[in-house]
């Protein structure tokens, strides 16, 4: 069962920026395609950027040219750099398999962005 741990999170002022990690354990992190997700209160989670075990990334036109997504197989590490961080860009990060997340999501991590 794969399990995953995110972390980065915090509080800043907009136009800053955060770096997310997501340490996977358990299956093979390599072969499977990841994800960023995250969901603001009262809203539904949310895609924000993918990437395929051969790195190739695609991101949703709300981050794109502000968000990295990237990832280091050796280490079992997701990555996601946030720069020019947003209000609209509070929420709780969740990484997870894509497209078909596994119903074991970790606790997330808290981003808030607020002058």
């Known amino acids: 069962q794969l399990q995953l741990v995110e972390s980065g999170g915090g509080s800043v002022q907009p136009g800053g920026s955060l770096r997310l990690s997501c340490l996977a354990s358990?299956?093979?992190?390599?072969?499977?395609?990841m994800g960023w997700y995250r969901q603001a209160p009262g809203n539904q989670r949310e895609l924000v950027a993918t990437?395929?075990?051969?790195?190739?990334?695609h991101y949703r036109d709300f981050v794109k040219g502000r968000f990295t997504i990237s990832r280091d197989n050796a280490k079992n590490t997701l990555y996601l750099q946030m720069n020019n961080l947003q209000p609209g860009d509070t929420a709780v990060y969740y990484c997870?398999?894509?497209?078909?997340?596994?119903?074991?999501w970790g606790q997330g991590t808290q981003v808030t962005v607020s002058s």
């Open positions: 997870n398999i894509f497209p078909v997340p596994i119903d074991n």
């Open positions: 990437i395929t075990s051969g790195g190739a990334t």
């Open positions: 358990g299956r093979i992190f390599r072969d499977n395609d």
